[in-house]
């Protein structure tokens, strides 16, 4: 169990436990499960058995992909609780990836002024963010998260076993989050992460765990992003911008949100090595290590100049200065930092050659 106050974590069979309790007590008038096509699919079947209420279930199933998470699929949802006489003491669970748990806690927390909702995260990549520190919310156009409020999950059930449904790509997309954790809290940890080219499920349950930890601690010290949580947009800044531009262009291949962390972090490395003097050897070690996982994206001078002119809408940025956070060293974070255009420039050169 990990408590960051409203929302705490329960894992395993512990969470089932909690869930039913919570459940139990709450005496909720109706229960929404909110799927995508793919938790439909693969996790449903594996999740509903384990809940025991009496009020009335009904499951709304939204496609999947980032290029759903948008208002338009927020009004389907919306009606559909309308249409099923969702009320007040209705209940959202969000069972599903990270545009599962943006966009439900986002449409529980408006829907009638707002109602409770549980996070169930069926990723990796949910499991140690989106699900966790209460960020909700969806994209407009082409640009990541604008729209959405801060709103804590009632709780969040953790089981590594939905992992198991998780194609290759998804899982790495995971691991580029946990390797972050790693970047900005602890040596030793990203150390450990950073050698796991192979993770096994015994090797997730406590590494999990562990990231789970270190947002939480972040998430309870600061929960409205006003310092410390910053840190936890490490490689984000360009990571964002690069997802959301492969996203609108026919002619590159999209990217998973952690694939465009990935290179994110490589680059805001780079420019911590040269602007907070990030040790060079620390520098190549998390640039082969990320590049061994990922591989590389290609990019045009084109390409770059429109993902630097995207940036300008990240919601760091304030008084119309982009903000980056950078590295002094491993778990030495530095946040509201600017960067000049002619060293991000020098950071994509020095990706391209990596």
């Not at 972040?218 to 410390?228: F, H, R, S």
Request: with cysteine; aromatic share 8%; charged share 25%.
């Amino acid at each position: 169990m990990v408590d960051t106050a409203k929302g705490t974590v329960y894992y395993k069979e512990e969470a089932y436990e909690q869930i039913n309790k919570y459940l139990q007590d709450a005496n909720h008038s109706k229960i929404f499960v909110l799927v995508d096509s793919n938790t439909h699919e693969h996790c449903l079947s594996a999740f509903l058995p384990k809940i025991a209420t009496e009020s009335t279930i009904e499951v709304i199933e939204i496609d999947a992909g980032e290029s759903y998470k948008n208002l338009d699929t927020c009004m389907g949802v919306w009606q559909a609780m309308s249409d099923l006489e969702g009320d007040r003491k209705s209940l959202m669970i969000n069972l599903g990836g990270g545009v599962v748990t943006d966009l439900g806690g986002f449409v529980a927390s408006t829907f009638k002024r707002g109602i409770n909702y549980i996070n169930v995260p069926t990723t990796l990549l949910s499991m140690v963010d989106a699900s966790v520190g209460g960020k909700t919310g969806v994209d407009l156009g082409n640009l990541k998260n604008q729209i959405g409020v801060i709103s804590n999950a009632e709780l969040v059930v953790v089981d590594s076993d939905y992992l198991a449904t998780l194609p290759t790509e998804e899982m790495r997309s995971g691991l580029a989050e946990i390797l972050k954790h790693g970047l900005i809290a602890s040596e030793d940890y990203w150390d450990k992460v950073g050698q796991l080219s192979d993770l096994t499920l015994n090797d997730l349950d406590e590494i999990i765990r562990t990231s789970v930890d270190i947002k939480a601690k972040v998430v309870k010290e600061d929960p409205y992003e006003n310092g410390l949580r910053k840190t936890l947009n490490y490689g984000h800044t360009l990571g964002h911008a690069i997802e959301s531009y492969c996203l609108t262009h026919d002619d590159k291949k999209t990217l998973l949100h952690g694939e465009a962390v990935a290179i994110g972090m490589i680059l805001a490395t780079y420019i911590s090595k040269h602007l907070k003097d990030f040790p060079s050897e620390k520098l190549d070690d998390i640039t082969k290590r990320i590049v061994d996982l990922y591989g590389k994206t290609e990019f045009s001078q084109k390409d770059i100049d429109q993902v630097i002119d995207l940036m300008k809408y990240d919601k760091k940025n304030e008084a119309g200065k982009i903000n980056f956070v950078l590295l002094k060293d491993i778990g030495e974070a530095e946040i509201d930092c600017q960067v000049p255009n002619e060293l991000i420039l020098n950071a994509f050169e020095f990706y391209k050659n990596a």
